[in-house]
Each structure stands twice: as structure tokens, then as C-alpha cells.
């Protein structure tokens, strides 16, 4: 990769603040849709220096079609359907298409949904019952035997307990049933993915600087960038990709309806690397939607992946069950050093430890050998908005935004990159095309305090 510009102040005609998958995907389309223009990639080198962090920096997230949502859906088929074309052409490989699993109730909500949902995009599933998913993988326990939810506890007691209740009578004879989808769903790298994406845009020529953006402000005809300390980009458009740090700083006019809240997962070694078994996602409390009365309501499980170089580990995590929401940058920054982190991972790691020690016990390092840290807590922001999806939209002339991503974007960064960069192209006097299955209302953002009628007018025109 080209080395950082170190000059404090220059101007290009693109810049895109967030060097993440979605701005490293939105640069790299920019590079390729314009040719000759200059662009520029502004973000942190290292997460730790900056106090910017971000949630790519993992070796394991679910990659699949099957969703309950069709604009999910559909970003998730476009990106996919490129992964082989940027692993070629970057020569990094970041996709294993293992397939994967969507556990729930037996003619339940959840299914349900993911079945309608795959119908209406044309995405194949198949149905596969309790007895199937024993013949399919021995190795794994999906089944009534584990669904099993935990003892009802308070708040303050999260983590405490770690053996399974007994089923009650009805729960006894509620049935378990799968939906699979075969590659290319299945789990990628989100680091290598980025690697790959940021290898391809400074192949194209384009220009990465490595900083932390204080400030966007209007400057005549162009936007000025401030990097602090003295140190100025410039540019005639700029697409702002920054996730959960959005409303930290002045980067937009108004800040934006996001709840950002923690969320834990847990990674731990396996005995053994040739376990073919695909990611998970299970859905099997009774509240199939919303906030989790039981990390059971929603869970999801990866197969052995490498990390650093080190053994095989398999990736579990969680739902609504363990989060709690972030009011600040401080709060945001503490989660991710500080001691409420570790009392939050805590409790989650007991949980999900006894969970996983349930459906695959017989794959998994037992506690008892010390010779390694056998689990490992992995840690993020989720930032949510009102809708679900991401707000993708001019936010002023020459300013477009892609944020509030909601832990879902990962899968679909190449798609919602390529759409951010032909939005930040296109004549924003023209209605917007997002493609087939995508309304166009589908991304418009909501703002924490009402925009004033000026400002709607002023949006209009746009």
C-alpha cells in the first residue's frame, strides 16, 4: 500500500472520512468510476493511538442472504456476488462459503420471516428438521435438549448461573426446525476484507493519510477537513463514513437518531481444525423479535477460524441480552479499555461459555487446560437507528453520509460502499436510484432534534 501523504493541507476533489469497509469499498468505486480524479481516504493507523475504535478488526462474521429483511437481503446478494472478483483481483482471501443455519421454533415467527423474506428475493433455503440437523452435524446439539432458556434472574445477576432449567411440560413439546442456506453464505474476514479493499483503491491510485477528523466545515466552494493540530484537507465533495463516531464530532449539521449500545462476543480454542460445520444463528426463545428476555432468543455461532496465526478458535455471541446503551464518547472509549468492559464481559463469558460448552463440548478446549488462554472476550459499539438499516443520504450539498449500520454491514460493505460512492456522483438534483428491492426511502436518516423547515426545503432542493 502507497505510504500516508504527510502533507498538512491539499486539495482533492473526493475525500472520504472513515477508513473502514464501507469508506474503503466507497473509495476504491470512486477511483474506479472517475478515473483521474483525486481522491483521498482519511482515517486512524492504529485504534489504540487514536481513540477511534472500530468493529472489523475480527477474523470471524456471518456472511448470508437469508434475513427477515429485503433491504438487508439485498445488499447482502449484490456484495456477495463480488467477493471472488476482490479476493482475484486483490489476491487475499477473506470468504469461506461454509453455508449457514438459521435455528428457531418450529413454524415460529422467525422462520417464518426468513422464509417469506427468501422467497420474495429468490434466495434458496432449505427446511431441515430436528432429526435432520442430528444426521447432518452429529458433532453439534441443535436440538430441544439445548434450546433450553436460563433461569429467569435479575439484571444484576446476568452471568451468575451457568446450568440449564429443566424444561417445563410445554416447553417439552415445542419442536426445533433449521432453515439452510448453502455458499456462498458462510463467514468472512472482516479484517483481510478490508486489507483487500484498501489494497485495491491505493493500486487505483488513490491517496490514503492516516488521522483522526476533528471538524467539516464549508469553505467557499469546498469542504475544509481538519485533521487538528494545524493540519487541513480539502475537497469539493466528501462522504462520511464513521459509524458509530459519527455524532461525536461536528461532522454533520445535526446530529443523528443513533443508540449505540455494547455488545460482546467470545471466542474459544477448539481441539481441532477440520470441523466442517457452517455458522449459526439461532432464534429459539419465545420473544422472536426486539429485546432478548434470553441471550437464547438470539445467539449466533462460527466455525473454526484463524486468529493471528495462532490456533483455531470458534466465535459465539449474543443478541440484545448483554448490551447496554453508550451516552458518549467517553462511555464508548471506556467500554472498549476500562473496567465496566471487563465486568460486562464477565458476565457474558459465563453464559456463552456454558451455551457453547453445550453445543459442542466434545470440539472445545476443556477449562481445565491452562497451558493457553482458552476464551477470549471480543468487543464492540453497535450504533442503531429507528429503522433498522443505515441512513445513506445528502446531508449537504457536496456531503453524503453512510452510518448506522446497525452490527449488520459487515456482509454488505462492498454493496453499501459502491452505493455511497455513486450517491456522492450523482446529480443531487435527481432522484435517487438505489436498484431493484431497495425503495428510495429505504436509507433516509432521522435526525435526534428536528431539522427546522429550512433545513427540509434546503434538502429538497438537493
Known amino acids: 500500500q502507497r505510504a500516508p501523504d504527510k502533507k498538512s493541507s491539499r486539495m482533492y476533489d473526493f475525500a472520504v472520512v472513515g477508513n473502514g469497509l464501507i469508506g474503503s469499498a466507497a473509495a476504491k468505486y470512486l477511483v474506479r468510476q472517475t478515473g483521474d480524479a483525486d481522491i483521498v481516504l482519511i482515517g486512524p493507523e492504529r485504534r489504540e493511538e487514536s481513540k477511534i475504535f472500530d468493529c472489523h478488526d475480527d477474523e470471524a462474521r456471518i456472511c448470508r442472504r437469508l434475513d427477515v429483511d429485503d433491504v438487508w437481503a439485498e445488499l447482502a446478494t449484490r456484495s456477495m456476488a ?4 476482490i479476493q482475484k483481483e486483490s489476491g487475499i482471501q477473506f470468504h469461506y462459503p461454509c453455508g449457514c443455519l438459521a435455528v428457531g421454533r418450529r413454524g415460529g415467527t422467525y422462520l417464518n420471516a426468513v422464509s417469506a ?5 429468490g434466495v434458496p433455503l432449505k427446511a431441515l428438521s430436528e432429526a435432520e440437523l442430528k444426521s447432518h452435524w452429529p458433532e453439534l446439539r441443535l436440538d430441544a435438549t439445548l434450546l433450553r432458556d436460563f433461569d429467569e434472574r435479575s439484571d444484576d445477576k446476568k452471568g451468575c448461573s451457568t446450568h440449564f432449567v429443566e424444561e417445563s411440560d410445554e416447553e417439552k413439546h415445542i ?3 433449521a432453515l439452510y442456506e448453502e455458499g456462498p453464505a458462510g463467514h468472512i474476514s472482516p479484517t483481510n476484507f478490508l486489507r483487500a479493499q484498501l489494497l485495491l483503491f491505493t493500486r487505483l491510485g488513490g491517496h490514503y493519510v492516516h488521522g483522526v477528523v476533528e471538524r467539516l466545515s464549508k469553505d467557499d466552494d469546498c469542504w475544509k477537513v481538519d485533521l487538528g493540530a494545524g493540519k487541513n484537507i480539502f475537497a469539493k465533495k466528501v462522504l462520511v463514513a464513521t459509524n458509530a463516531w459519527t455524532n461525536f464530532r461536528p461532522l454533520l449539521k445535526h446530529k443523528l437518531a443513533l443508540t449505540l449500545t455494547t455488545q460482546t462476543a ?7 481444525s477440520n470441523i466442517k460445520i457452517p455458522a449459526i444463528i439461532v432464534r429459539a426463545g ?3 423479535f426486539g429485546s432478548s428476555a434470553s441471550f437464547l432468543d438470539a445467539c449466533y455461532f462460527l466455525p473454526p477460524v484463524n486468529y493471528d496465526n495462532d490456533d483455531q478458535w470458534v466465535k459465539i455471541g449474543h443478541g440484545t441480552y448483554f448490551e447496554r446503551p453508550l451516552a458518549s ?5 471506556a467500554w472498549y479499555q476500562g473496567y465496566e468492559a471487563e465486568r460486562a464481559d464477565c458476565y457474558a463469558r459465563c453464559d456463552l461459555s456454558a451455551l457453547l460448552q453445550r453445543l459442542c463440548g466434545n470440539l472445545i478446549i476443556k477449562d481445565n487446560d491452562f497451558t493457553k488462554p482458552h476464551t477470549i472476550p471480543i468487543k464492540c459499539v453497535i450504533p442503531k437507528t429507528p429503522s433498522k438499516r443505515p441512513y445513506l443520504a445528502y446531508f449537504d450539498q457536496g456531503l453524503v453520509a453512510c452510518v448506522g449500520c446497525n452490527g449488520y454491514a459487515a456482509k454488505s460493505s462492498d454493496e453499501l460502499g459502491r452505493l455511497s460512492a455513486l450517491l456522492l456522483l450523482h446529480n443531487n438534483r435527481e432522484p435517487f436510484d438505489f436498484g431493484p428491492n431497495i425503495p428510495p426511502d429505504a436509507f433516509d ?9 429550512e433545513d427540509h426545503d434546503d434538502r429538497s432542493r438537493r
Open 82 to 85: 463480488r467477493y471472488n472478483e
Open 117 to 121: 423474506c427468501a422467497a420474495r428475493q
Open 175 to 177: 419442536e426445533y426446525a
Open 266 to 272: 467470545m471466542r474459544r480454542r477448539v481441539r481441532s
Open 286 to 288: 419465545s420473544n422472536q
Open 329 to 333: 464518547e467517553e462511555e464508548a472509549i
Open 445 to 453: 436518516p432521522i435526525f435526534a432534534t428536528p431539522a427546522t423547515a
